[in-house]
């Protein structure tokens, strides 16, 4: 073969294709797959590069490879308030004769409130509405609370009740404006005071009808500023007919007259803090309580209660009253949580409208003052 291709010459070596040195090592294409290579090249868009996702931090679900003392952290805030102790104050709303400093005793089992502490029984009842605070400090369990019952003597006991709720409510922004002003010093304490009004007990009388006027408009002023809490003084003097149908009536005239009462939908944190508020909100609210600070034996047991010519009505008895449902409800469950939107509501509202009324600028103080011109 190749000397039949010598003797040919050098001109039919040349005619005959031969295959590149770099495709002996590699199929040849044939020019259908050439073709297809071609269009799949033209559908294939190019490769783009993936967007950035930030990492989740190395700690969540984390397997800790022993014990480090995170859980440790609730014992060391418990010992500091234990220290410290807390502020609670709260304020009691209703005409005379409903009840509200006895029910203020009741709840904190103790002589906390304003008719215990030297009030004279031949005391008129002001022309006025008036605020008057007493303090106390309260200790259970090494736990100190410096309780604050505000009452409010003469409101709704007028023939003219005309805007009996302003004095309430300035002495509420009253707080929070103290509270501001101390927050926005330079040389601020450590500490600030909380004389603010974290919770309000508004008393309702037990017509067995509907509301007030005054009950509605005070409400609907004040449920802006302050958690509400609405009670049905002296229950038993209703039926329990009569006094669920009441309950389910007051309600319906909250929900009518739009006034929301302390725990307000949309405060709820979760599905869980959701699905116990709004049992509340369906079912207990408004508590229908009984107050009474004396002990009577009821079966060999020293009871709270009061008694009657047909029996002694138990005041911590759920089948008598609701009185333990509120307790439970204030001190047990909703203490932090009434202190917590009084402070990121409540007062979050109050201080961005005094800022925006002001400029942007913090109120001016004694000591603001003095400062600034000094330094000028």
């Known amino acids: ?114 008719k215990s502490s030297g009030w004279n029984r031949e005391e008129k009842i002001p022309k006025t509405v008036e605020i008057k605070a007493i303090g106390h400090v309260i200790e259970e369990g090494g736990v100190k609370m410096k309780l604050t019952v505000i009452d409010t003597p003469g409101f709704g006991d007028q023939i003219n009740n005309e805007n009996c709720w302003e004095p309430i409510e300035k002495y509420i922004n009253e707080q929070y404006e103290k509270f501001l002003k101390e927050e926005v010093n330079i040389a601020r304490k450590k500490r600030i005071p909380d004389t603010r009004v974290h919770c309000c007990l508004y008393f309702i009388s037990p017509t067995g009808h509907s509301l007030r006027p005054l009950d509605l408009e005070f409400m609907k002023h004040l449920s802006k500023v302050v958690n509400i809490i609405p009670v049905i003084a002296k229950a038993d003097t209703m039926t329990l007919e009569e006094k669920t149908e009441f309950k389910q009536r007051v309600r319906k005239e909250l929900e009518v007259n739009g006034i929301e009462f302390y725990p307000q939908k949309e405060f709820d944190e979760d599905l869980e803090d959701k699905t116990e508020n709004d049992k509340i909100r369906q079912e207990s609210m408004p508590f229908a309580v009984v107050g009474s600070d004396k002990e009577y034996q009821v079966n060999g047991k020293r009871v709270l209660g009061r008694k009657t010519p047909w029996g002694i009505i138990e005041v911590e008895n759920l089948t008598h009253c609701e009185f333990a449902l509120l307790r439970d409800f204030v001190i047990r469950t909703h203490l932090q949580d009434l202190k917590e939107v009084t402070h990121n509501i409540h007062y979050e509202t109050y201080r961005a409208k005094r800022l925006n009324d002001n400029g942007g600028l913090p109120p001016m103080t004694v000591e603001t003052e003095e400062n600034h011109e000094s330094n000028l």
């Open 1 to 114: 073969m190749s000397g039949a291709v010598a003797g040919a010459g050098m001109p039919v070596c040349l005619s005959v294709p031969r295959q590149p040195a770099c495709q002996t090592t590699q199929p040849s294409l044939g020019p259908v797959d050439s073709k297809n290579e071609a269009a799949m090249s033209e559908l294939v868009p190019e490769p783009r590069q993936k967007p950035v996702v930030p990492m989740k931090p190395m700690g969540i679900n984390a397997n800790l490879l022993g014990y480090i003392g995170i859980d440790t952290i609730i014992e060391q805030m418990r010992k500091k308030t234990m220290k410290t102790g807390f502020d609670f104050n709260i304020m009691v709303v209703g005409q005379s004769g409903l009840g509200k400093s006895t029910l203020v005793n009741t709840l904190f089992k103790s002589q906390v409130s304003r």
